[in-house]
C-alpha cells in the first residue's frame, strides 16, 4: 500500500484517499492497533463523560472499518447506528462486524439523505480529510435533530493553520460549543505522529 508518511499530509485528493482506503482496508485494524490509534477510546470517553442523554439515532461519518462504531455500540447498546465512508472494502469489514444498521459509501461532505433526523452525529480521526467545512456542516445539519450533537476530532496541526476556531465561530447561529478538550496523544507509537501531532475533542449542540 501506499507510504504512511502520507497521512501526516491527508494522502491526496477523494479519489487517491479512497484508493488508499480501500487498499489499507484489510491491514487496517491491525495497523493502528500497532500504533496505539487512540482517537476511539478517547471520543467515547470524553463523550460519556459531557454528554447526559442517550442518543436513540447516531450517524457515523467516515465510520472506516467501524472502530468508533464498536465504542459507540459499548456504551449505547439500544442505540440504531448508522454509517457512511468512502471506501467500500472498509464498509465491507464494518458491515461483518454487525454494528450499523445502515452503511452507504458516501464522502463525508456531500449531502446524505435518511428517514430520521440523528440525536448524534460522529466524525472520529477524519476531519483532516475536509476540503469544505461549509458543505460539511450543511450535510450534518441537514441531519440532524434541534438540540442534536455533534461530536469530532481535528489535529492540533491543522487546526492552527486553519484558524479552526475561527471556522467553528462562523457556525455558531447553527452549532454551539459545548465542551473541546485540551491536546491528546492520536498515534503515539507511529513515528510521523508520536507526541508530536496532537488531536483535540470538540462536542457541538445544534441550536
Avoid at 442517550?54 to 468508533?68: E, R, S, V, Y
Avoid at 454551539?176 to 488531536?199: A, C, G, H, Q, V
Wanted: glycine letters at 4%; a positive charge; charged letters at 30%.
Amino acid at each position: 500500500m501506499s507510504n504512511f508518511k502520507s497521512l501526516v499530509s491527508g494522502v491526496g485528493n477523494l479519489s487517491k484517499t479512497t484508493k488508499y482506503y480501500d487498499d489499507w482496508s484489510k491491514n487496517y485494524d491491525e495497523t493502528l492497533k500497532l500504533w496505539n490509534y487512540q482517537a476511539p477510546k478517547k471520543s467515547i470517553k470524553f463523550l460519556k463523560e459531557t454528554l447526559n442523554i442517550k442518543p436513540k439515532n447516531i450517524l457515523d461519518l467516515a465510520c472506516g472499518t467501524g472502530l468508533f462504531g464498536i465504542e459507540l455500540k459499548k456504551i449505547y447498546p439500544k442505540s440504531n447506528i448508522y454509517g457512511s465512508d468512502i471506501s467500500k472494502k472498509s464498509l465491507k469489514i464494518s458491515s461483518d462486524k454487525k454494528i450499523y444498521i445502515k452503511l452507504k459509501n458516501k464522502n463525508f461532505e456531500e449531502l446524505h439523505y435518511y428517514n430520521t433526523k440523528f440525536d448524534l452525529i460522529s466524525l472520529i480521526g477524519s476531519m483532516t480529510y475536509c476540503k469544505n467545512f461549509k458543505k460539511l456542516f450543511a450535510n450534518i445539519n441537514k441531519n440532524i435533530k434541534k438540540k442534536g450533537f455533534v461530536l469530532f476530532t481535528h489535529r492540533v496541526d491543522l487546526w492552527k493553520q486553519q484558524d479552526f476556531f475561527n471556522i467553528l465561530k462562523k457556525h455558531q447561529k447553527t452549532f454551539k460549543i459545548t465542551k473541546i478538550s485540551r491536546p491528546l496523544n492520536y498515534l503515539p507509537l507511529n513515528k510521523d505522529f508520536e507526541n508530536k501531532i496532537k488531536i483535540k475533542i470538540v462536542l457541538l449542540q445544534k441550536n
